[in-house]
T-cell receptor, first 116, second 117 residues
Framework: NAGVTQTPKFQVLKTGQSMTLQCAQD?????MYWYRQDPGMGLRLIYYSASEGTTDKGEVPNGYNVSRLNKREFSLRLESAAPSQTSVYFCASSEGGGTGKRYGYTFGSGTRLTVV | AQKITQTQPGMFVQEKEAVTLDCTYDTSDPSYGLFWYKQPSSGEMIFLIYQGSYDQQNATEGRYSLNFQKARKSANLVISASQLGDSAMYFC??????????????FGKGTTLSVSS
């Protein structure tokens, strides 16, 4: 099925370890996003990529890096994981620009990350 | 700065009743879009309904309708004839100013809806 694919679905890390969360979309969308979801906080934007070759910080970028590898793929890297990064991570994509729900957002199924 | 506020942490409703989930927003931009998403216990984000700031009529999608009151900056979700499967977390979100590429969604903190039989 067309959509946004995130890997892995679950991960447990030890404090200080590094890992990369992968995200790929097959809808030819221009824009991609990384969010984290914590209880009682809603979804907060970590980083986004308006188009291939560009990335920008969102609301909570500290401790993360991103790479827009190509139009399809947008990865999120934790260089030195901390317990405060325990969260559910969502990748999303959108066509970008224009108006209306035709330019809506498609979400991946999420990655549940625990840092111990 | 843009902001979405959902003041109801939890709502309870009986099957077949209607329920309204509140959402207020703050933006100085005249052009924006408002979204509602459902997140069941399985965790995925399911798009429900969209309202553009220039839309003349309130959006409807099946049992979902959006009560858009622009002057009050509110965009409440109305679910008619609740079903047990409606039990989930519901998020209100707003697309940031303008329509350029990379305009991210800003989310409220969510409302947990519980439907009982």
């Amino acid at each position: 099925n067309a959509g946004v694919t995130q890997t892995p679905k679950f991960q447990v890390l030890k404090t200080g370890q590094s890992m990369t969360l992968q995200c790929a979309q097959d809808m030819n969308h221009n824009s991609m996003y990384w969010y984290r979801q914590d209880p009682g906080m809603g979804l907060r934007l970590i980083y986004y990529s308006a188009s291939e070759g560009t990335t920008d910080k969102g609301e909570v970028p500290n401790g993360y890096n991103v790479s827009r590898l190509n139009k399809r793929e947008f990865s999120l890297r934790l260089e030195s994981a901390a317990p405060s990064q325990t969260s559910v991570y969502f990748c999303a994509s959108s066509e970008g620009g224009g108006t209306g729900k035709r330019y809506g957002y498609t979400f991946g199924s999420g990655t549940r990350l625990t840092v111990v | 700065a843009q902001k979405i506020t959902q003041t109801q942490p939890g709502m309870f409703v009986q099957e077949k009743e209607a329920v309204t989930l509140d959402c207020t927003y703050d933006t100085s931009d005249p052009s924006y879009g408002l979204f509602w998403y459902k997140q069941p216990s399985s965790g995925e984000m399911i798009f429900l309904i969209y309202q553009g700031s220039y839309d003349q009529q309130n959006a409807t999608e099946g049992r979902y309708s959006l009560n858009f009151q622009k002057a009050r900056k509110s965009a409440n979700l109305v679910i008619s004839a609740s079903q047990l499967g409606d039990s989930a977390m519901y998020f209100c979100a707003m697309r940031g100013p303008g329509w350029k590429a990379g305009t991210a969604l800003i989310f409220g903190k969510g409302t947990t809806l519980s439907v009982s039989s």
